[in-house]
């Protein structure tokens, strides 16, 4: 059974920083995925954040290009989202989605989110 898990968020002032966790469990050879993240704001659709290839290729949002960054561990099967320089903008609950591909708003395997509250 394919399980991902998102840890770190909470509560941060603008400006701050916070690094979120997806630990990945159940996926058969791990790193031939592709690993995302995306983020839904109250009242808002749920939007592309990041993502990382199988070997190290990242994209960004370009509300997020420049302040956050996207990084894997195969070994731990965990990949993290460092955000720093955090504006009130960015608060939302953020999932993690792997594919075998591209990641898109239909990757077949999501977390259940983490929360993350900027405040002004």
């Known amino acids: 059974q394919v399980q991902l898990l998102e840890s770190g968020g909470g509560l941060v002032q603008a400006g701050g920083s916070l690094r979120l966790s997806c630990a990945a469990s159940?996926?058969?050879?791990?790193?031939?995925?592709?690993m995302g993240w995306f983020r839904q704001a109250p009242g808002k659709e749920r939007e592309f954040v990041t993502q990382?290839?199988?070997?190290?290729?990242?994209t960004y949002s370009d509300s997020v290009k420049g302040r956050f960054t996207i990084a894997r561990d195969n070994a731990k099967n965990t990949v993290y989202l460092h955000m720093n320089s955090l504006k009130p903008e960015d608060t939302a609950v953020y999932y993690c989605?792997?594919?075998?591909?591209?990641?898109?708003?239909?990757?077949?395997?999501w977390g259940k989110g983490t929360l993350v509250t900027v405040s002004s």
């Open positions: 990382i290839g199988r070997i190290g290729g990242s």
């Open positions: 989605a792997a594919a075998l591909g591209t990641i898109t708003a239909r990757a077949p395997f």
């Open positions: 159940g996926l058969a050879f791990s790193s031939s995925y592709s």
